[in-house]
């Protein structure tokens, strides 16, 4: 080999380390928005758990009777 084929395959390994560094970087920032989300998801599920049982144990005597209603001013 001569000396400009071996700077030119170090001169390639280089480029090929620093896209594998970026890769990694890269990586390691989507998971961490991947688990901040999954923490998210989890959180607005119990919420949203909370929330139907709580509608679903509403008692329907608190509402008001539609025919009961006096019209809007309006009207």
């Given at each position: 080999m001569t000396e400009k084929q071996i700077i030119e395959l170090e001169n390639r390994i280089n480029d090929l380390e620093c896209q594998l560094a970026f890769q990694e970087?890269?990586?390691?920032?989507?998971?961490?928005?991947?688990?901040?989300q999954q923490?998210?998801?989890?959180?607005?599920?119990?919420?949203?758990k909370y929330v139907v049982g709580k509608v679903k144990n509403m008692d329907s005597s608190n509402l008001a009777d539609p025919s009961e209603e006096t019209p809007?001013?309006?009207y």
């Open positions: 970087e890269t990586i390691d920032t989507l998971n961490d928005a991947l688990s901040q923490l998210q998801i989890s959180k607005m599920l119990d919420q949203m809007p001013p309006h």
